[in-house]
């Protein structure tokens, strides 16, 4: 089982809130509101906000090579578990987000809507492969999911090809690293593909795989993100590389913000895939009835956006409550795992 690091949980549990009010001050008119009322912290996590994903990718490397003896073993079984525990509940909260885009696009026409769901569509995103096919995304941030399950696909058969030399595996992924942000990381058309990101993941699993060399990662990664920013000055590199040396030399604290804060955002990590997967069809949901509503002005967005916040915890919180529970198809002996297991642990 891998171990908890609080200090894992407090960048989940951060990046994730800050992916929520990235979307809430880009997306609707209740965006426009908040442009209105807080223009500086508006513009800020506009621009700035969406920087989180990097904390994401820089996790997800550092605990995809906790995970290392049992990926090494079994490296086709290890990425179909993988697929199984992102798709269906990303699948679920697709779903979500379709119904209720249909639901108010009667009397809502906003660009946040994407268009009519086809059958296509949505077998594009049950497969992970909505981007590379050229499918628009069922919702903000989906993209994500996909990139996850290749990085971790490209670092479980990395690992394997490496079984039996771990130096040599540490140090292809220092090559595939310096490739991705030199070169690959510096052409977008890349960005529907794992070796694009695999950047700021492989500073992860770095953080991880030499955790007990410490100044010799604390070189590499300095080294690589560096030279990075130096070739093209990228902020979300910027990111990544102060992330990965705070788990080399945080991970391993039994504590780091006190035990009830520490308590905090275990569950608030916890909660933080669910919520990255729900919050957008609370976002749809309340800019609809915002403007059904007529609402505007400064005021109203401010309240409007601290009532979507809370509502999107609130369903995040309503879809971890299904973890406690065993789902059966009605009329079979069948258990489907529960949501639990679906979910935790997968940003």
């Given at each position: 089982?891998?171990?908890?690091?609080?200090?894992?949980?407090?960048?989940?549990?951060?990046?994730?809130?800050?992916?929520?009010?990235?979307?809430?001050?880009?997306?609707?008119?209740?965006?426009?509101?908040?442009?209105?009322?807080?223009?500086?912290?508006?513009?800020?996590?506009?621009?700035?906000?969406?920087?989180?994903?990097?904390?994401?990718?820089?996790?997800g490397g550092f605990l995809?090579?906790?995970?290392?003896?049992?990926?090494?073993?079994?490296?086709?079984?290890?990425?179909?578990?993988?697929?199984?525990?992102?798709?269906?509940?990303?699948?679920?909260?697709?779903?979500?987000?379709?119904?209720?885009?249909?639901?108010?696009?009667?009397?809502?026409?906003?660009?946040?809507?994407?268009?009519?769901?086809?059958?296509?569509?949505?077998?594009?995103?049950?497969?992970?492969?909505?981007?590379?096919?050229?499918?628009?995304?069922?919702?903000?941030?989906?993209?994500?999911?996909?990139?996850?399950?290749?990085?971790?696909?490209?670092?479980?058969?990395?690992?394997?090809?490496?079984?039996?030399?771990?130096?040599?595996?540490?140090?292809?992924?220092?090559?595939?690293?310096?490739?991705?942000?030199?070169?690959?990381?510096?052409?977008?058309?890349?960005?529907?593909?794992?070796?694009?990101?695999?950047?700021?993941?492989?500073?992860?699993?770095?953080?991880?795989?030499?955790?007990?060399?410490?100044?010799?990662?604390?070189a590499l990664i300095v080294?690589?993100?560096?030279?990075?920013?130096?070739?093209?000055?990228?902020?979300?590199?910027?990111?990544?590389?102060?992330?990965?040396?705070?788990?080399?030399?945080?991970?391993?604290?039994?504590?780091?913000?006190?035990?009830?804060?520490?308590?905090?955002?275990?569950?608030?990590?916890?909660?933080?895939?669910?919520?990255?997967?729900?919050?957008?069809?609370?976002?749809?949901?309340?800019?609809?009835?915002?403007?059904?509503?007529?609402?505007?002005?400064?005021?109203?967005?401010?309240?409007?956006?601290?009532?979507?916040?809370?509502?999107?915890?609130?369903?995040?919180?309503?879809?971890d409550a299904l973890s406690?529970?065993?789902?059966?198809?009605?009329?079979?002996?069948?258990?489907?795992?529960?949501?639990?297991?679906?979910?935790?642990?997968?940003?």
């Open positions: 089982m891998t171990p908890r690091f609080p200090v894992v949980d407090a960048l989940k549990a951060v990046a994730a809130q800050l992916i929520v009010w990235h979307h809430l001050v880009a997306y609707g008119p209740v965006s426009q509101g908040l442009d209105q009322a807080w223009p500086a912290v508006s513009g800020w996590l506009y621009q700035d906000g969406r920087i989180a994903v990097q904390v994401f990718l820089v996790v995809a090579a906790q995970g290392l003896a049992g990926v090494a073993r079994n490296p086709w079984a290890a990425i179909g578990r993988r697929y199984v525990r992102l798709a269906r509940p990303f699948m679920l909260a697709v779903v979500l987000t379709v119904a209720v885009s249909g639901l108010v696009r009667p009397w809502f026409d906003d660009p946040m809507l994407s268009e009519p769901v086809e059958g296509l569509n949505l077998l594009a995103h049950a497969l992970l492969l909505h981007g590379i096919l050229g499918h628009e995304s069922l919702g903000a941030g989906v993209w994500y999911v996909a990139i996850d399950f290749q990085l971790f696909a490209l670092w479980v058969l990395l690992a394997w090809a490496g079984r039996r030399w771990p130096a040599a595996r540490a140090w292809a992924v220092t090559g595939g690293v310096a490739v991705s942000l030199f070169v690959i990381n510096l052409d977008s058309s890349w960005d529907v593909w794992a070796p694009y990101f695999f950047g700021a993941y492989g500073l992860g699993v770095l953080a991880a795989l030499l955790r007990e060399r410490r100044w010799l990662a604390t080294v690589l993100g560096g030279v990075a920013c130096w070739m093209e000055w990228r902020s979300r590199i910027a990111v990544a590389t102060a992330v990965a040396l705070l788990l080399l030399w945080a991970g391993a604290w039994p504590r780091l913000l006190g035990r009830r804060l520490d308590g905090l955002s275990r569950r608030l990590a916890d909660g933080s895939y669910t919520l990255f997967l729900t919050h957008f069809a609370v976002l749809v949901l309340g800019n609809a009835l915002y403007a059904a509503a007529g609402l505007d002005g400064a005021l109203a967005a401010s309240l409007a956006a601290i009532g979507l916040w809370a509502a999107s915890q609130g369903l995040a919180r309503a879809f406690t529970r065993t789902i059966r198809l009605p009329g079979s002996g069948l258990a489907l795992c529960s949501f639990k297991r679906m979910t935790k642990g997968k940003t």
